[in-house]
């Protein structure tokens, strides 16, 4: 009887903590979950206590985690570095923003998100609110107030479900575009970073990203390889933790040599942040910093990423694909009965981190599809890495404080490139196989008006179109904007 309940138990701990399809109305982030087996079981045999309850779902979605810690997961979950260091460094330069509170409370986020999604979600700053503060077009206050006004126009989207309405009126060709100019965008400013170092007469030198990129290519190469040997893909998984201890190696040598050591210092974890801010910080962070973010983090962080977790991981689709989903998105048109991720959950999720943790400083964050792309490529697939990652930033923040500033800005740009190029890479792909589905799903189809190769046509020239304004102008709503207008109008689509 005891082999039989520890088999139970195996059983029902297999599943992860993700949201249940069949409820389009709950609340995001608390929905009813797979692990949930286990804690109607407890509650069947007597136990009714709501908070036993609670716990007992807690410590099995722990053990869960736990479980799925392998070292792939740690090294994917380095894969969004080479994005997230060169913005936090460069914005704690800049003192735009409080450096101990920023770190600590990104690791948070990355903490929580991994215990509720089984997916490697990432969390970057916000990269247009990024980019001006760190120009010098917005101070700290503005900066937090802008992530203030982020957080309550991501809450409104995902309640009142107008995250929606944006996905109904953006084409899924609108979408691989985008996923493809980024991606490539990422790669560029990777093989840049690069470009501009010297060939081999320093330790942070093109050489070293050279042999880096052709050990980390022959890497994922072995991984994704299902004819490889056992135990070469017990070993290249490691290659993204391989990246980072090079990396912290050589930023240690380079701070002792260049004597920032005795800078270092420790700073609270929490700054009360609104206090600070004055009207005209408010109505900075409103105009110049919140409403051109919008429709960047509406796109990239929760349409691309939600269609881009779809493509990465198949097996945490819920049930069976919505016939409506294949006919009109490709895969991810209306909120689909199988989707790995609601857009309803992450716009929330979005919103809620930032409204909540800007003001006691924060920097403002969002999910990104490039940095999903890169842990993917490093082998990250649980919710498990993200956690490990978050609890490691926490650390380095209680512990390191604003110091962490120094040993960022000496990590090996040799590195962060190869590790940004190879995360554009996976998204570029990535976008390039969505709109070849989308092609191929109206090759059949036609309009009164087009016949299937004229719809085919219009699909690539949308996607290059889209991929070829983020490239020249450096900006993701931009490319959006002219490729809308010339998308077909999805008259077809299914109503959620």
């Not at 170092?197 to 990203?209: E, G, K, N, R, T």
């Not at 409403?291 to 493509?311: E, K, M, R």
């Not at 490691?392 to 090996?412: E, N, Q, Y």
Request: aromatic share 6%; glycine share 10%; charged share 15%.
């Amino acid at each position: 009887m005891v082999n039989s309940r520890l088999e139970a138990e195996e059983q029902e701990e297999i599943l992860p903590l993700e949201t249940s399809p069949e409820d389009d109305h709950g609340s995001p982030l608390s929905r009813p979950s797979e692990d949930e087996p286990s804690v109607r079981s407890n509650s069947s045999s007597g136990n009714r206590n709501p908070f036993t309850r609670l716990r007992g779902g807690i410590f099995h979605r722990l053990r869960f985690l736990c479980r799925n810690l392998s070292l792939s997961e740690i090294s994917g979950s380095f894969g969004d570095l080479g994005t997230f260091i060169p913005l936090f460094v460069a914005l704690g330069r800049q003192r735009a923003i409080y450096v101990t509170p920023a770190l600590f409370f990104a690791g948070l986020t990355n903490a929580i998100t991994g215990f509720f999604w089984d997916v490697p979600m990432p969390v970057q700053p916000m990269k247009s609110i990024s980019a001006l503060a760190i120009s010098g077009g917005l101070n700290r206050d503005e900066v937090t107030a802008a992530g203030i006004w982020m957080g309550i126009f991501m809450v409104s989207a995902g309640v009142t479900n107008g995250i929606e309405f944006v996905n109904r009126i953006v084409p899924a060709s609108v979408v691989a575009g985008v996923q493809l100019g980024v991606g490539l965008s990422l790669a560029i400013h990777g093989i840049q970073m690069v470009a501009e170092l010297p060939f081999w007469s320093a330790p942070d030198c093109v050489l070293l990203a050279i042999v880096a990129g052709i050990v980390t290519i022959y890497s994922v190469q072995q991984q994704d390889n299902s004819t490889s040997s056992a135990t070469s893909r017990r070993l290249v998984p490691a290659i993204g933790l391989s990246l980072l201890v090079t990396a912290l190696v050589l930023a240690v040598i380079k701070m002792f040599g260049n004597d920032t050591v005795e800078s270092w210092s420790w700073d609270p974890i929490v700054e009360l942040a609104i206090p600070g801010i004055s009207k005209s910080d408010w109505m900075g962070g409103l105009l110049e910093g919140a409403i051109p973010q919008l429709p960047l983090t509406t796109l990239n962080s929760v349409i691309s990423v939600c269609a881009l977790a779809h493509t990465l991981f198949p097996e945490k689709r819920h049930g069976a694909p919505s016939t409506r989903d294949n006919a009109n998105h490709g895969e991810d048109t209306d909120e689909s009965l199988d989707a790995v991720l609601s857009r309803r959950e992450v716009a929330f999720s979005v919103g809620i981190f930032n409204l909540l943790a800007c003001p006691f400083g924060a920097m403002p964050t969002c999910h990104g599809a490039g940095g999903l792309a890169g842990q993917h490529k490093f082998g990250a697939r649980h919710g498990s890495s993200i956690v490990f990652l978050g609890c490691l930033k926490m650390i380095v923040a209680s512990t390191v404080g604003v110091a962490v500033v120094d040993i960022m800005d000496a990590f090996p740009l040799s590195i962060l490139g190869v590790m940004l190029a190879m995360a554009g890479q996976e998204l570029a792909l990535t976008g390039l196989m969505l709109s070849l589905r989308n092609i191929s799903s109206v090759g059949t189809s036609h309009t009164p008006n087009q016949s299937g190769p004229a719809l085919m046509k219009d699909q690539i020239a949308v996607s290059l179109l889209t991929a070829i304004v983020i490239l020249g102008t450096k900006k993701t709503h931009f490319g959006a904007s002219p490729a809308s207008g010339q998308a077909t109008p999805p008259t077809n689509r299914g109503q959620p």
